[in-house]
């Protein structure tokens, strides 16, 4: 098992990183909740450091933990990412992939606009309406949705309907990218139990396999532009 390493961020908010000192970074961006609470480890972006960073040790991924994680103060949240975007640029990475789950893909898509940032892969994102998606102009906006996605009464989720709806309208920019539908995924791939423990959820693989392909091809991209 890969080592992580925490670091802090220049926002007061948290980074494990595994793969340190690779030119490239994956930035994996937490959900949120309407409550004001201290920021977590997601269930989701640990489960998938923890099963791709061996298999792309030219990848360094970074979790990041924000300092409050509620979509109410998203500008602080937004502030956590640009601020690993930041580590990336002064540790000399060549280019980032911003990873946003849940309410990580608006603040993913909010910083999206930063010099290190190559763009943006969504899992089951939340792109409100009203959030500018500017950042994403020459960029890549990717998205993954679990097909039985619902949000439910005390029960976080994101309606792949919704995510579609953003994708069009950053299609509608002129942005490149692609959407995928899981079969039978839910919201991420996985939770945590109180023990602190993954668990991880149906259909996880597929999770796995589709942000696999994602970095594949962030990594061809990058050593493409590299040549030129």
């Known amino acids: ?4 390493r925490v670091r802090q961020l220049a926002s007061g908010a948290e980074a494990r990183i595994r793969n340190e000192g690779a030119s490239l970074w994956a930035i994996l961006v937490n959900g949120g909740t309407a409550k004001h609470v201290p920021g977590t ?33 998203l ?8 601020s690993a975007l930041d580590l990336a640029y002064a540790d000399g ?33 939340w792109i409100p309406g009203q959030l500018s998606l500017d950042g994403l102009r020459g960029k890549r906006l990717d998205v993954v949705h679990g097909a039985w996605d619902r949000y439910l009464p005390g029960v ?6 919704s995510s579609r709806a953003g ?18 995924g839910l919201h991420g791939c996985a939770v945590r139990a109180s ?6 959820l149906p259909r996880w693989r597929r999770w796995v396999e589709r942000v696999g392909a994602g ?13 030129s």
């Open 1 to 4: 098992m890969i080592t992580a």
């Open 41 to 73: 480890w997601s269930a989701t972006s640990e489960l998938l450091a923890v099963e791709l960073a061996p298999r792309f040790p030219g990848i360094c991924f970074v979790e990041v933990r924000y300092r409050v994680k509620t979509w109410k103060e």
């Open 75 to 82: 500008d602080s949240c937004m502030a956590d990412a640009a």
């Open 93 to 125: 990475a060549q280019d980032a992939l911003l990873v946003g789950f849940s309410m990580g893909g608006a603040v993913s898509i909010g910083v999206a606009g930063h010099d290190a940032a190559a763009g943006v892969f969504g899992l089951a994102p």
């Open 156 to 161: 976080p989720g994101v309606s792949p309907a």
């Open 167 to 184: 994708f069009e309208r950053a299609q509608a920019l002129g942005v490149e990218g692609t959407y995928t539908l899981i079969p039978g």
């Open 195 to 200: 023990s602190g423990r993954l668990v991880r």
């Open 215 to 227: 970095l594949e091809g962030f990594q061809t991209s990058a050593s493409l532009r590299r040549s």
